[in-house]
């Protein structure tokens, strides 16, 4: 998938006002139109224009791309970072203008389905309630495992008075309940946006991510590691320290263990109803044969264990 360079695109600057942007838009858009363009790839390039405009035209997903930095070139093979939208607040709103068909993958791996997430209110007489926001944020594992209290500070796009995009903090304590899974929401009742008129305001809705962890892997409640052990604890047994979120434990390890053996700790993974597992992934790890010694080690095993690792691969 190719970067695409939404300014260039549409020939304005980073810094240019949504007023600018707009102008800019109105022009392209007459010189490219398909129905009046004389140009052989009009129809292409009216494409591009309109997906660049949907995003820069909106406060909310042009801060987002503007927050991938200035070092990708257009062309360019592009794979969005992880979580590279967690931290903003979108007020939602999808897509305004044509349809799904008309936006690149690019597009899509970073604005998903619809352009952002749909949100609606309801309306009656002269009230109407405020929006639903949401927001992507990042815990640590270890709050999933026993439940937190963490101040959370999001960013909000938005107009200056100038037309430039800017951002204004929004900082909440928010109770992370012990047992959330990657992907569930906390509902945050009244921190969307006020309602017009003296309605409800909206609430704010926040997607729950971990960052990433030295150790762990997770797969919905359940967990990953890989365990080293020394070629005699995997060919003898033993007993082991291993690592867990809630502490270390005594794992056992069979005898003749081969790397790539799973182990489970059952009901040691994220709480629930049930509660999830850990999968201990053993893998064998090799001394260094950095002094005499240690060389004469690995020599006396190779004339005494009769072992070929690629026995049974016609070599």
Do not use: C
């Amino acid at each position: 998938m190719e970067y695409k360079d939404y300014y260039a695109i549409m020939g304005i600057d980073k810094h240019a006002t949504q007023d600018e942007i707009k102008r800019a838009y109105r022009k392209l858009a007459r010189k490219y139109h398909p129905d009046v363009s004389k140009e052989p790839d009009a129809e292409q390039k009216f494409k591009e224009l309109g997906e660049a405009y949907e995003v820069l035209k909106d406060p909310e997903k042009r801060a987002a791309y503007d927050q991938l930095g200035a070092n990708w070139q257009a062309g360019q093979d592009f794979h969005p970072p992880p979580d590279w939208d967690a931290g903003f607040e979108f007020s939602g709103g999808g897509f305004t203008g044509g349809n799904a068909a008309d936006y690149s993958d690019f597009f899509d791996s970073l604005f998903g389905q619809g352009g952002a997430r749909q949100t609606y209110h309801r309306t009656g007489g002269f009230h109407a309630r405020g929006e639903d926001h949401h927001a992507k944020v990042l815990i640590n594992l270890e709050d999933a495992y026993n439940g937190a209290t963490r101040m959370i500070t999001l960013q909000v796009p938005m107009i200056d008075p100038q037309g430039h995009i800017t951002t204004r903090q929004h900082s909440l304590n928010v109770r992370i309940p012990k047992g959330i899974r990657q992907g569930q929401q906390i509902r945050l009742a009244g921190q969307g946006a006020p309602g017009i008129g003296g309605g409800q305001a909206g609430d704010l809705y926040l997607e729950v991510e971990f960052n990433p962890h030295s150790l762990y892997r997770v797969d919905g409640r359940d967990l990953y590691f890989d365990l080293p052990l020394a070629p005699w604890e995997a060919a003898l047994g033993a007993k082991v320290k291993a690592p867990t979120p809630e502490g270390a434990i005594d794992l056992t390890i069979p005898a003749n263990s081969r790397a790539g053996r799973k182990l489970r700790l059952k009901g040691r993974g994220i709480p629930g109803n049930p509660a999830g597992d850990i999968y201990v992934i053993l893998q064998i790890a090799l001394p260094p044969a950095e002094n005499d010694e240690a060389r004469e080690i690995y020599h006396t095993m190779e004339q005494k264990l009769a072992f070929n690792p690629r026995a049974g691969m016609g070599v």
